[in-house]
C-alpha cells in the first residue's frame, strides 16, 4: 500500500511540473548522420541559420546529450556547440546569463566526439567553472605562443598594413619609414630573425639610447615601436607592449632660427646656382609657406593659373586647401611631368631631403639652414612689417586653428578673406625680392620705400 502511494506522488509531481518539451521522453532522439546533412542542406536552400538540438533528432532515444546543438550557417559550414549557464549568481543577485561554446565541426568531430565533449564541459559546470572563459583564455594563450614564432618583421607589415587605411599617403610613408628603422636597430641589437615576441624592454631601451645625442630621433624610435607593440597587443599577439616600460624621450628644444635677410639673399643665389628643379624647389618654398612634403609631391593638377589648391588627402590636418601664387615668379611652378610640379627624384616620390639640405647649406653657406625655417620666417617678418592679422597669416600656413581663432569666433567666422589672402602673399613676394636685392629688410633701411604699402 505503502508502495503503490509512493508512486502515486512521483507522477502528480511529475503532472505539476513537466519536463521541456525539447526532452521530454515520448520526443527525445539522437542525431543521426543524416540529420545533419539535411540541416546543412535546409540552412543552404533558406538562407537561414538552422540550430539542430541533440534532443531532437530522429536516432534512438537514449543517446542524445542534452545541451549539444548543430547550428548549420546558410553558407554550408557548421559547427557543435554547448549551451549552458554558469553555476551560482552574479554580483547583482541575478542568474548568470546563458553562454555558448564551440566544441567542433561536424566533418572533423563525429557526433559521438561531440556528446562526450558535452558531459566534459558538463562537468566543468558542475565544478562552478566558466569553460567559454577558460576556452577564450586558452586561445589567447595559444595566439600569444604562435606570435612567439612570429617575426617582428611580419608583425611590422601587418601593422603597416593595416595603418594604410588610416593615414594620409604622406604621413604613412613617414610611418614606414619610422617603423623599418626601428625594426632594423631592434634585429641589430637581438641579431635577425628576431621574433615579436622576443622584443624585451631592455632591447627597446637600447634602441633609444642609441640615438641620445639626437633627441628627436631617439622620440621618433621609441614612438615607432610603442605603436606596433600598441597594434600587436590590441591583436593578441603579444601580452605586453616593451616600450610601455621605457621613458619616452623628451622632445627636442624647439628650433628658434629663421634666415636673416642676408641669408634670404644667399638662399635665393644659391638656388639660382643649383638651377633646374632643386633651384625652382627652393626659390617656390621661400615665396609660397606650404610644407615640404606638401610642395615635393605638388601636381600640375593642384597648380591652376593664381593660385596652388591641395585636397584634404595631402594636408597635414586633412582640410582642404588654396593659397595665391606669387604674382611675378608662376614661372617657377611650371611642372617637370604630368606626374610632379618638382621631380626632385629621378622617378618616384622625393626622399633625399638631408642631400638636399647638404647641397643647399654648401651653396648658400647658411649652414644651420632647414626647410621648416622658411615657413617660421614668413609669418616673423609679416608680423615685424605689420603685414596682415595673426588669424590671416596662421591661415596661409593651413594651420587648423590657431589659438585666437577658437570657441564662438571659429564657429561663426567661416569667411576665406580670399581678397585678403592674395594681398598678404604680394607683399610677401616684395619683401622676399627687397632682401635678396639689398641683403635686408625694409624694415631695417633708415628711410624704407614703399615696399609693404598696405596693412590689414
Excluded at 47 to 72: C, H, Q, W, Y
Excluded at 126 to 133: D, F, H, S, T, V
Amino acid at each position: 500500500m505503502g508502495h503503490i502511494c509512493l508512486a502515486s506522488r512521483l507522477v502528480r509531481r511529475d503532472a505539476l511540473n513537466p519536463m521541456p518539451s525539447d526532452i521530454r521522453g515520448d520526443t527525445m532522439g539522437a542525431i543521426t548522420r543524416k540529420d545533419i546533412d539535411t540541416a546543412i542542406a535546409k540552412a543552404r536552400q533558406s538562407g537561414k541559420r538552422v540550430n539542430l538540438r541533440d534532443v531532437d533528432g530522429s536516432g534512438r532515444r537514449d543517446m542524445p546529450e542534452t545541451g549539444l546543438v548543430l547550428i548549420a550557417g546558410p553558407t554550408g559550414t557548421s559547427r557543435w556547440t554547448y549551451a549552458y549557464r554558469q553555476r551560482g549568481t552574479t554580483a547583482d543577485g541575478k542568474r548568470h546569463p546563458q553562454k555558448w561554446v564551440n566544441i567542433g565541426r561536424p566533418e572533423l568531430m563525429p557526433v559521438d566526439e561531440a556528446r562526450a565533449e558535452v558531459r566534459r564541459l558538463k562537468a566543468v559546470v558542475a565544478e562552478g567553472r566558466n569553460p567559454l572563459a577558460e576556452q577564450e583564455d586558452a586561445e589567447r594563450q595559444a595566439a600569444i605562443e604562435a606570435s612567439r614564432a612570429l617575426s617582428l618583421s611580419e608583425a611590422a607589415r601587418r601593422y603597416l598594413e593595416n595603418r594604410s587605411t588610416e593615414l594620409r599617403p604622406s604621413s604613412l610613408s613617414s610611418e614606414r619609414m619610422q617603423v623599418n628603422r626601428a625594426v632594423a636597430e631592434l634585429q641589430s641589437v637581438a641579431g635577425p630573425p628576431l621574433a615579436l615576441g622576443e622584443v624585451t624592454k631592455a632591447m627597446v631601451a637600447n634602441v633609444v639610447d642609441q640615438h641620445r645625442t639626437k633627441p628627436a630621433t631617439a622620440r621618433h624610435r621609441h614612438g615607432a615601436i610603442h605603436r606596433l607593440f600598441a597594434f600587436a597587443v590590441e591583436r593578441d599577439l603579444v601580452e605586453v607592449n616593451p616600450a610601455m616600460g621605457v621613458k619616452t624621450p623628451k622632445p627636442p628644444a624647439p628650433r628658434t632660427w629663421k634666415p636673416s635677410a642676408s641669408e634670404v639673399e644667399a638662399l635665393w643665389h644659391a638656388a639660382e646656382e643649383i638651377g633646374g628643379t632643386r633651384g625652382r624647389f627652393l626659390k617656390a618654398l621661400m615665396l609660397v609657406p606650404l610644407r615640404l612634403s606638401e610642395m615635393a609631391e605638388l601636381s600640375p593638377s593642384e597648380v591652376s593659373g593664381e593660385a596652388i589648391e591641395l585636397p584634404g588627402m595631402r594636408t597635414k590636418n586633412g582640410d582642404a586647401f588654396r593659397i595665391p601664387l606669387p604674382i611675378d615668379h608662376r614661372d617657377i611652378f611650371v611642372s617637370d611631368n604630368e606626374e610632379r610640379v618638382f621631380q626632385l627624384a629621378r622617378t618616384g616620390p622625393f626622399s633625399a631631403r638631408k642631400a638636399v639640405v647638404a647641397q643647399i647649406r654648401k651653396t648658400s653657406g647658411v649652414s644651420v639652414f632647414h626647410f621648416h625655417a622658411l615657413r617660421k620666417l614668413f609669418v616673423s617678418e609679416l608680423a615685424e612689417h605689420g603685414v596682415g592679422d595673426v588669424d590671416l597669416v596662421d591661415g596661409l600656413l593651413n594651420h587648423r586653428q590657431a589659438a585666437s581663432r577658437g570657441g564662438v569666433i571659429a564657429a561663426y567666422q567661416q569667411s576665406g578673406r580670399w581678397a585678403q589672402k592674395c594681398e598678404v602673399m604680394s607683399a610677401w613676394e616684395r619683401l622676399v625680392a627687397y632682401a635678396v636685392e639689398h641683403g635686408r629688410w625694409p624694415r631695417e633701411t633708415k628711410t624704407p620705400n614703399n615696399v609693404v604699402e598696405m596693412r590689414l
